[in-house]
């Protein structure tokens, strides 16, 4: 099983819209995780850390984490053209000061 | 100005040649890494460093060495380039005290091995 999985295809959503993105993890005792974007062509950045069960907002992203079901999500809410990107979710070993990524998500913001 | 700098921004090489790719870091970060993306992989690690002279391997390390003298800098060579080593390179560093938090990446190196 790999570390982190995103299994979606490609997500078109129209202008306005809501984008939810989901990533489950494999290693039980992780506990920092992190969504980041990267645009065509460019090096990834991140937009969003949590570290506990629950929501976390920040403007219009909202990152959720439910470590019983290992398991993070990221909601993109009045998705615009700018949001359009590859999101890629990266968790942190447990025992190991490295991070692993998913193979991340690509997001079609439709005007 | 202050940031992480890889070069070169694009390579060509040929097979069987030792290419180096430099990464340079101005905010004295402890942690520094090596990832590669290719289409259908993500991002995969290949060396990473907690501090200057301490480095461990990431799960595609063969092929590849790194060394770390100097805090700042973290280069990663390809010892005898093969074609399944074109792909683009990442370099990134982190600060977080206890642990790596948030990664600051470069701005990629595209490698080329015809």
Redesign the interface.
């Known amino acids: 099983q790999k570390e982190v999985e995103q299994n979606s295809g490609p997500l078109s959503v129209p202008e306005g819209a809501i984008a939810s993105l989901n990533c489950t993890y494999s290693d039980r005792g992780s506990q920092s995780f992190f969504w980041y974007r990267q645009y065509s062509g460019k090096s990834p950045e991140l937009i969003m850390s949590i570290y506990s069960n629950g929501d976390k907002e920040d403007g219009r992203f909202t990152a959720q984490l439910n470590k019983a079901s290992q398991y993070v999500s990221l909601l993109i809410r009045d998705s615009q053209p700018s949001d359009s990107a590859t999101y890629l979710c990266a968790v942190n070993v447990y025992g190991n000061n490295r991070l692993a990524f998913g193979k991340g998500n690509q997001v079609v913001v439709i005007p | 100005d202050a940031g992480i700098t890889q070069s070169p921004r694009y390579k060509i090489t040929e097979t069987g040649r030792q290419v180096t790719l430099m990464c340079h870091q101005t905010w004295s970060h402890s942690?520094m890494?090596w990832?590669r993306q290719d289409l259908?992989?993500?991002?995969?690690?290949i060396y990473?460093s907690?501090a200057a002279d301490i480095t461990?391997k990431?799960e595609v390390s063969d092929g590849y060495v790194v060394s770390r003298s100097k805090t700042e800098n973290f280069p990663l060579t390809l010892e005898s380039a093969t074609r399944s080593q074109t792909s683009v390179y990442?370099c990134a560093s982190s600060g977080k005290a206890g642990?790596?938090?948030?990664?600051f990446?470069?701005?990629?190196s595209r490698l080329t091995v015809l």
Do not use: K, Q, S
């Open positions: 942690y890494f990832y259908g992989h993500g991002l995969r690690l990473y907690a461990d990431g990442f642990g790596i938090g948030e990664l990446f470069g701005e990629g």
